[in-house]
């Protein structure tokens, strides 16, 4: 990651290529990570035979880092894209992210830990009905929870009921394993 203001943002060391491919190698092969990427929908779908790393806006992470509490995720999401930010594109990927967790890993609680002055995604967190529970001056960040209440759940549920997973394939390759969550919302396409 090249640019500065997204390594401000999202708190993120800048990596040798060793250590990026180092890490794409453990998203693939860790059971304790998720991760959907954020496609650039009107891109997709305007010129046919359009690769989808050129459509690639940003992406949502789910980690299940707690081994005392495997209802316990942490999210993150990043829209990489300056031309693809404020358009709903960060909110919708993590209700979907977060209804994946809910309806397929029996996840119950969610946090987010967030720059201080990163104040688009604490807002984008709050209004997803997430609450401040923690404050660390010495890492600068912020931790928003969100545990899952029935009536939370079934909002959940609702704000995601657009939402389709169909078994992922990269254009006429074979499928992967990873499902791919498509939305009819105008703007974006996860997958």
């Given at each position: 990651m090249k640019s500065e203001e997204l390594r401000r943002l999202t708190a993120s060391e800048p990596?040798?290529?060793e250590q990026?491919?180092?890490?794409?190698?453990?998203?693939?092969?860790?059971?304790d990570?998720?991760?959907?990427?954020?496609?650039?929908?009107e891109k997709w779908q305007a010129q046919l035979g359009t690769s989808?790393?050129?459509?690639?806006?940003?992406?949502?992470?789910?980690?299940?880092?707690?081994?005392?509490?495997?209802?316990?995720?942490?999210?993150?999401?990043?829209?990489a894209e300056p031309s693809c930010r404020g358009?709903?594109?960060?909110?919708?990927?993590?209700?979907?992210?977060?209804?994946?967790?809910?309806t397929k890993l029996g996840l119950t609680k969610f946090e987010a830990k967030i720059g201080q002055g990163n104040e688009p995604s604490i807002r984008m967190f709050r209004k997803l009905h997430?609450?401040?529970v923690a404050v660390s001056s010495v890492f600068q960040e912020v931790t928003l929870r969100l545990t899952m209440s029935e009536p939370?759940?079934?909002?959940?549920?609702?704000?995601?009921?657009?939402v389709e997973e169909k078994p992922y394939r990269a254009g006429a390759s074979e499928p992967r394993s990873q499902p791919a969550l498509r939305t009819s919302h105008p703007a974006w396409m996860g997958v």
């Open positions: 990596l040798t290529l990026e491919y180092v890490m794409q190698h453990s998203w693939q092969e860790d059971a990570k998720c991760t959907f990427i954020v496609l650039d929908a989808e790393e050129s459509c690639m806006a940003g992406d949502v992470n789910l980690f299940l880092t707690d081994l005392g509490d495997p209802t316990l995720g942490e999210i993150e999401v990043m829209i358009q709903g594109l960060g909110t919708e990927a993590v209700l979907m992210m977060m209804s994946y967790g809910v997430f609450e401040q939370e759940r079934q909002w959940l549920l609702e704000q995601t009921s657009h």
